[in-house]
């Protein structure tokens, strides 16, 4: 494959980076005069080091990069610095992965052979024999299913392999069992990467964190007493997503599966089993207290028990609480009822007895607050048992799905004989109301299922709809029919229900995680009611702050302010320690370290100081100022809150004033670019954290977040194991980094997943060399006089890509500033180069265009591509221009206010020609039938126009309408009333009032459109530009790009030869409006054909 345009933009970027590192280019520091010149401090969240950087991380920092360029571009002060997180259990958990192999397997590790032959040998019987047995299933048998994770789940993946598909040499594999060398390891990967992308990083203020680096240690210390000290963090027992194999709560980022999942609370039911049923299998039991548990969100509906479900298949247990009690439920329920307090040694199951659903199928139980005093445990084949506790009490006055397994069991002797269930358990038992829905009645479930037509309860998306119309209003709207809250609304007696039956000992609470959550040790995380540190996130005050702060920031998309304000609602208390990984010792506790997501939420204000302290050193071993035991609290408050030191102090005070002046001109932070799946989490802790340090300072408050979907490669999903997955180092090489950055731009802008196309950036190698190639070529022809003169009498083409030239500054700088990069992209780039390539045509070739607007195209589509391709946009600066300094400094360009008149014009005459071509192609085509002796072939010479020099009829009365609607901000009402205005014009009383409407829609919206580019101007009787005149300047133009020899243009109201002609041709010259005239098309051979565009 030839390489050598790639090379070449290779080697361009390798120049260009040197000369901003020679340069220092991107090392800002604040102001010492203490003057406030415009700046932009952008951030990005630190990325994990435990592998390296691929595209996806690219997508997200590209933001920021286009972002930090652009204002650097224009003259803003900028300050772009970037770090890398080690925190939280990943990495720690990754070495041990590594030392246990090495230990089991050897150095390096022989790892077990699987017979992949005989293992699909065995899958493929496996799936013979259910495909067997499942034509003979009966359809109301619950068949569980393998998940799509343990379904691919075939072999194990170890983290040697891992660390070889990431490109470690496997010589180099044996230390990462030293949880520290990842850190030296792979931040200074990241980093050569970071700056081969052409990232304009301060790399002075880079910095790892954890206590390998003590500055930064140091600071997240003064950080949590902080907040310790104004009351926002506590020690408290809460339930939290926990993993038992880590001994310590599963935060976001130590998940390999299940970010953003929390604990769910039900009230567990304790059904008392009848001695007498204690027999057969459950004869164990005798003589103990047994209660069947079941989970519910329902305490409300209690009530109304008539009876409880088992899965018959499903696999239960009997198991021991520490008061002695016996519950009855799946392993899985019973593993994290261990975590919750409930039984006699914390995490640690007393399991009695193992049985399948089949053996409670019968049981009789007592259940609390029901009416009935005795109902029996019945077979439900949809019971999922990853979900509750296996056991579902049933209420089927206000269960859809309980009133149709119910409804079965009862019309189907065959169903109760297949499971052995005797009638006294089914059929005296019916619906018992106890909630009230205005709706729906005492009775919501019978009715909604008659309404939907129900018949069984294998319909399973009908009773998905019917529970979704009754399960919210009968907490909303329901009124309680039984029990000692008898008339008062559910929404007011639903916790006092639970209440109640937790004091009588009728209910315990019960927590598991609401889908499952894999931590990134491989063990499956419960609910844990841990004794820890929390940050007291959702505190009223401290949320009133928070969401104030969100009020005043730019969040760029709609969906992302709903889910800022939608996580503020939710979120309340955070675990904010652990007790195993990496990162700073709590200060008063140093038992436990501070995870991950709590040391990263106001470090944007170290970026500020970091290199006064580091003094460049990532790991913080240079001392360039003061030791990192200097770093005391009443530093941080004097740097970051503006405290004073004691007059006895021995910080320097040169220092103390540097660090103050830093911190005051670059906060707050004016944008953090990320990833949207961190609004639940990181961003919005940040949000908290500023508003608690600096509670009393609204102005160092984050002022915008800017979030993104996730990447896809050419339309996929990235993924390491199929293959479809690109490293940043290996993109760059592939494309080079200004084509890569290039393919980034145009991968989308929404806060949807975007795409980046492998095409996309290839095609961008060989845009820029052609161009690069073209400017050269150009710029000698200038040189050479071969060139049209510069500041020779403008033509219509000229204004036209003059006018282009403007509106593509104006157009891009808008987009820019609203971080709209796909789009500064097009107007920038692409519809620039069609602009440049339609003057060519106008000016057939490049001796035709003017010398200066051709220079002029050059050094602006470089300046509005600075952000996207830096290397390329350098290299033309200095090398081919000989402009001096770095191009990243050159200025935005500056242009004349687009003129509306001129564009239109442009537009205008670039569509007629389309038309124009289309219809000779027409007027000289063959006859579709071929006669037998073929016609002489028919030839277009000329084609006449004629014009309209203004609208009238229902159009003029269509104008003045919206003339009259159009509002001073450049707006309109809605279509519909300008429709409605239309209506009671004197147009109505017209025969054909009923056709004119149907043209009217497009027209207005037409010139709604062109009015909000145009402004008023565009509501005119005639157009902003003058048409006839267009035409007979470009006439030799349109000709020659047509293959005609001569147009003629006249006037629509006029009489003359021409326009007898075209009449008696057939073409409709009266109809022809400003902008659409009649066209001519003058064939030999044959008789005139016309048409009217």
């Given at each position: 494959?030839?390489?050598?345009?790639?090379?070449?933009?290779?080697?361009?970027?390798?120049?260009?980076?040197?000369?901003?590192?020679?340069?220092?280019?991107?090392?800002?520091?604040?102001?010492?005069?203490?003057?406030?010149?415009?700046?932009?401090?952008?951030?990005?969240?630190?990325?994990?080091?435990?592998?390296?950087?691929?595209?996806?991380?690219?997508?997200?920092?590209?933001?920021?990069?286009?972002?930090?360029?652009?204002?650097?571009?224009?003259?803003?002060?900028?300050?772009?610095?970037?770090?890398?997180?080690?925190?939280?259990?990943?990495?720690?958990?990754?070495?041990?992965?590594?030392?246990?192999?090495?230990?089991?397997?050897?150095?390096?590790?022989?790892?077990?052979?699987?017979?992949?032959?005989?293992?699909?040998?065995?899958?493929?019987?496996?799936?013979?024999?259910?495909?067997?047995?499942?034509?003979?299933?009966?359809?109301?048998?619950?068949?569980?299913?393998?998940?799509?994770?343990?379904?691919?789940?075939?072999?194990?993946?170890?983290?040697?392999?891992?660390?070889?598909?990431?490109?470690?040499?496997?010589?180099?594999?044996?230390?990462?069992?030293?949880?520290?060398?990842?850190?030296?390891?792979?931040?200074?990967?990241?980093?050569?990467?970071?700056?081969?992308?052409?990232?304009?990083?301060?790399?002075?203020?880079?910095?790892?964190?954890?206590?390998?680096?003590?500055?930064?240690?140091?600071?997240?210390?003064?950080?949590?007493?902080?907040?310790?000290?104004?009351?926002?963090?506590?020690?408290?027992?809460?339930?939290?997503?926990?993993?038992?194999?880590?001994?310590?709560?599963?935060?976001?980022?130590?998940?390999a599966t299940g970010e953003g999942v929390g604990p769910q609370e039900y009230v567990l039911v304790k059904m008392r089993v009848y001695d007498e049923c204690l027999v057969g299998e459950l004869s164990p039991l005798a003589g103990r207290d047994v209660f069947l548990a079941a989970a519910t969100l329902r305490p409300e509906t209690m009530y109304g028990q008539t009876n409880c479900w088992a899965l018959p298949d499903g696999d239960y247990g009997a198991f021991e609480m520490a008061n002695g009690d016996v519950m009855v439920m799946c392993d899985r329920a019973a593993r994290n009822l261990a975590f919750q307090e409930h039984t006699k040694e914390p995490g640690a199951v007393d399991k009695l007895l193992g049985f399948k659903g089949t053996a409670l199928i019968g049981c009789a139980v007592k259940s609390p607050l029901a009416v009935l005093e005795r109902i029996y445990c019945l077979?439900?084949?949809?019971?999922?048992?990853?979900?509750?506790?296996?056991?579902?009490?049933?209420?089927?006055?206000?269960?859809?799905?309980?009133?149709?397994?119910?409804?079965?069991l009862k019309a189907k002797p065959a169903l109760r004989e297949k499971f052995g269930v005797k009638d006294e358990w089914v059929m005296p038992f019916e619906v018992v109301p106890c909630v009230h829905i205005p709706e729906f009645g005492d009775a919501c479930a019978p009715i909604v299922c008659e309404q939907l037509k129900i018949k069984s309860q294998n319909e399973k998306v009908k009773l998905e709809e019917a529970k979704g119309k009754t399960y919210l209003k009968g907490f909303t709207d329901g009124i309680m029919l039984l029990g000692a809250h008898k008339g008062e609304p559910v929404k007011l007696v639903k916790q006092k229900i639970r209440d109640i039956m937790i004091a009588d000992g009728g209910a315990i609470v019960y927590s598991e995680p609401e889908k499952q959550v894999m931590s990134r040790s491989g063990d499956e995380c419960v609910v844990a009611l841990t004794d820890q540190w929390y940050l007291e996130y959702g505190e009223d005050a401290w949320r009133e702050r928070s969401e104030k702060c969100l009020e005043g920031m730019v969040t760029y998309h709609d969906e992302a302010r709903k889910a800022f304000q939608h996580t503020l609602g939710w979120l309340r208390q955070w675990a904010c320690s652990r007790a195993f990984g990496l990162g700073t010792r709590m200060p008063w506790d140093p038992q436990y370290l501070i995870e991950s997501l709590s040391d990263s939420t106001i470090y944007m204000a170290y970026y500020t100081v970091a290199h006064l302290l580091q003094g460049g050193d990532m790991y913080g071993k240079s001392r360039p100022s003061v030791d990192p035991e200097?770093?005391?609290?009443?530093?941080?408050?004097?740097?970051?809150?503006?405290?004073?030191?004691?007059?006895?102090?021995?910080?320097?005070?040169?220092?103390?004033?540097?660090?103050?002046?830093?911190?005051?001109?670059?906060?707050?932070?004016?944008?953090?670019?990320?990833?949207?799946?961190?609004?639940?989490?990181?961003?919005?802790?940040?949000?908290?954290?500023?508003?608690?340090?600096?509670?009393?300072?609204?102005?160092?408050?984050?002022?915008?977040?800017?979030?993104?979907?996730?990447?896809?490669?050419n339309g996929e999903k990235m993924s390491k194991s199929t293959g479809n997955f690109k490293t940043l180092k290996t993109a760059i090489e592939e494309y080079s980094a200004d084509a890569m950055r290039f393919a980034l731009a145009d991968a989308g802008d929404g806060i949807e997943d975007a795409n980046f196309v492998h095409d996309t950036a290839n095609a961008a190698i060989l845009r820029f060399t052609k161009e690069l190639e073209w400017i050269e070529s150009i710029r000698e022809a200038?040189?050479?006089?071969?060139?049209?003169?510069?500041?020779?009498?403008?033509?219509?083409?000229?204004?036209?890509?003059?006018?282009?030239?403007?509106?593509?500054?104006?157009?891009?700088?808008?987009?820019?500033?609203?971080?709209?990069?796909?789009?500064?992209?097009?107007?920038?780039?692409?519809?620039?180069?069609?602009?440049?390539?339609?003057?060519?045509?106008?000016?057939?070739?490049?001796?035709?265009?003017?010398?200066?607007?051709?220079a002029r195209f050059i050094e602006v589509s470089t300046l509005l591509v600075v952000p996207f391709t830096p290397h390329t946009c350098e290299h033309v600066w200095g090398a081919i221009l000989g402009r001096e300094g770095s191009v990243t400094k050159a200025g935005f360009p500056a242009g004349n206010p687009p003129d509306a008149s001129v564009a239109a014009a442009g537009k205008y005459l670039d569509d007629l020609v389309k038309t124009v071509r289309g219809g000779v192609a027409k007027a000289t085509a063959p006859p579709k039938k071929k006669?037998?002796?073929?016609?002489?072939?028919?030839?277009c010479d000329r084609v006449d126009f004629f014009v309209a020099e203004k609208f009238g009829g229902w159009q003029e009365v269509c104008l003045g309408i919206l003339a009259d609607a159009f509002g001073a901000d450049g707006t309109f009402p809605p279509v519909s009333d300008i429709l409605e205005k239309v209506k009671a014009s004197p147009l109505a009383a017209q025969a054909d009032f009923k056709n004119v409407m149907k043209m009217v829609m497009p027209f207005v919206k037409f010139k709604m459109n062109e009015a909000a580019v145009a402004g008023r101007d565009a509501l005119g009787v005639r157009l902003i530009f003058d048409e006839a005149g267009a035409l007979r300047e470009n006439s030799e133009y349109v000709a020659r790009v047509c293959g005609l020899k001569e147009i003629g243009v006249f006037a629509a109201d006029a009489d003359s030869p021409e326009k007898a002609a075209a009449v008696k041709g057939g073409v409709k010259v009266d109809q022809a409006t400003p902008g659409s005239p009649g066209v001519n098309f003058v064939v030999t051979e044959l008789s005139v054909e016309g048409v009217t565009i």
């Open positions: 494959m030839a390489t050598a345009r790639r090379d070449l933009l290779l080697d361009i970027q390798a120049k260009s980076q040197k000369k901003w590192a020679d340069e220092k280019i991107f090392e800002v520091s604040a102001p010492r005069d203490g003057s406030k010149p415009p700046k932009f401090f952008g951030n990005f969240p630190y990325p994990y080091m435990n592998g390296m950087l691929h595209l996806g991380h690219a997508f997200s920092l590209s933001k920021l990069e286009f972002a930090s360029a652009y204002h650097r571009l224009k003259g803003d002060e900028v300050l772009f610095p970037f770090a890398f997180h080690c925190t939280g259990m990943p990495i720690k958990a990754s070495a041990d992965k590594i030392k246990n192999e090495i230990a089991k397997y050897g150095n390096p590790p022989v790892f077990p052979v699987i017979d992949e032959a005989a293992e699909a040998e065995a899958a493929a019987q496996k799936a013979a024999e259910a495909a067997e047995a499942a034509k003979n299933a009966d359809p109301t048998k619950f068949a569980a299913k393998k998940s799509k994770a343990v379904a691919k789940a075939g072999t194990a993946t170890y983290q040697w392999d891992i660390m070889k598909s990431s490109g470690v040499p496997e010589s180099e594999i044996p230390p990462f069992a030293d949880p520290y060398h990842w850190l030296d390891y792979f931040p200074p990967l990241a980093k050569r990467d970071v700056a081969a992308m052409g990232c304009q990083v301060d790399w002075r203020r880079s910095f790892i964190t954890t206590d390998h680096n003590p500055f930064y240690d140091a600071f997240v210390r003064w950080q949590f007493n902080t907040l310790k000290k104004i009351g926002k963090i506590i020690k408290a027992k809460r339930m939290a997503v926990y993993s038992p194999l880590d001994g310590q709560p599963c935060a976001d980022h130590d998940r077979p439900m084949m949809t019971i999922l048992m990853n979900k509750g506790t296996g056991v579902v009490t049933s209420v089927p006055s206000d269960s859809p799905m309980d009133f149709m397994a119910l409804s079965d200097a770093m005391t609290d009443d530093v941080w408050d004097a740097v970051f809150l503006g405290t004073q030191l004691n007059a006895d102090s021995k910080f320097p005070e040169d220092l103390l004033d540097e660090m103050r002046a830093e911190f005051n001109f670059w906060y707050p932070f004016d944008l953090r670019v990320s990833g949207k799946d961190l609004i639940q989490n990181h961003l919005t802790f940040a949000i908290y954290n500023h508003t608690a340090i600096w509670e009393g300072d609204e102005s160092k408050w984050p002022r915008g977040f800017r979030t993104n979907g996730h990447l896809l490669l200038s040189a050479q006089g071969k060139l049209r003169a510069a500041h020779s009498p403008a033509t219509f083409a000229d204004k036209v890509f003059a006018n282009a030239i403007d509106t593509a500054i104006a157009l891009t700088k808008d987009h820019y500033e609203n971080m709209m990069f796909r789009e500064a992209l097009k107007s920038g780039y692409y519809d620039l180069q069609s602009a440049r390539d339609a003057y060519r045509v106008q000016c057939d070739g490049d001796a035709g265009m003017r010398a200066d607007l051709a006669p037998a002796v073929p016609p002489p072939p028919k030839v």
